[in-house]
Nanobody
C-alpha cells in the first residue's frame, strides 16, 4: 500500500522558514516524481513544486519561485520542501503527492489530476 506522510508544518511569523518532509512507504520511491501542493480555506488546491524521480530536475509555481526549494533523498524515501521568506498568503494545508515518473522525459505538470497518491497534509500558518 502506497503511503505518504507529511510533517513539519506549524505556525511561523512572516519572513520565517519551515521545512516540510514527506515520508514514503509501500512503493518504489525512486520510480515516482513527487509534488507538493497546498490548499487554503475557500480556495482550490494548487501545485507548488515538483521533483523528478532522480532528484535532478525540479520546477516551481511562480508564486514560490526563489523562496521554496524541493528536494529528495531516495536513500531515505523522503522528499522535502524548504520554505523561506514565508508570507501570510502561504498559509494553507500542504500535501505531498506521487506520480509515476517517466524515463524518457520529465513532466512539469503541477496539476492535481496528474498525481495518483496523496498524503493527509500538514498545516502551515504564517502570521504575526
Amino acid at each position: 500500500q502506497l503511503l505518504l506522510v507529511e510533517s513539519g508544518g506549524g505556525l511561523v511569523e512572516p519572513g520565517g522558514s519551515l521545512r516540510l518532509s514527506c515520508a514514503a512507504s509501500g512503493f518504489t520511491f525512486n520510480l515516482y516524481d513527487i509534488g507538493w501542493f497546498r490548499q487554503a480555506p475557500g480556495k482550490e488546491r494548487e501545485g507548488v513544486a515538483r521533483i523528478s524521480m532522480s532528484g535532478m530536475t525540479m520546477n516551481y509555481d511562480d508564486s514560490v519561485e526563489g523562496r521554496f526549494t524541493i528536494s529528495r533523498d531516495n536513500s531515505k524515501n523522503t522528499a522535502y520542501l524548504q520554505m523561506n521568506d514565508l508570507k501570510p498568503e502561504d498559509t494553507a494545508l500542504y500535501y505531498c503527492a506521487a506520480a509515476k515518473g517517466r524515463a524518457d522525459v520529465y513532466e512539469t505538470s503541477l496539476e492535481s489530476s496528474d498525481f495518483d497518491s496523496w498524503g493527509q497534509g500538514t498545516q502551515v500558518t504564517v502570521s504575526s
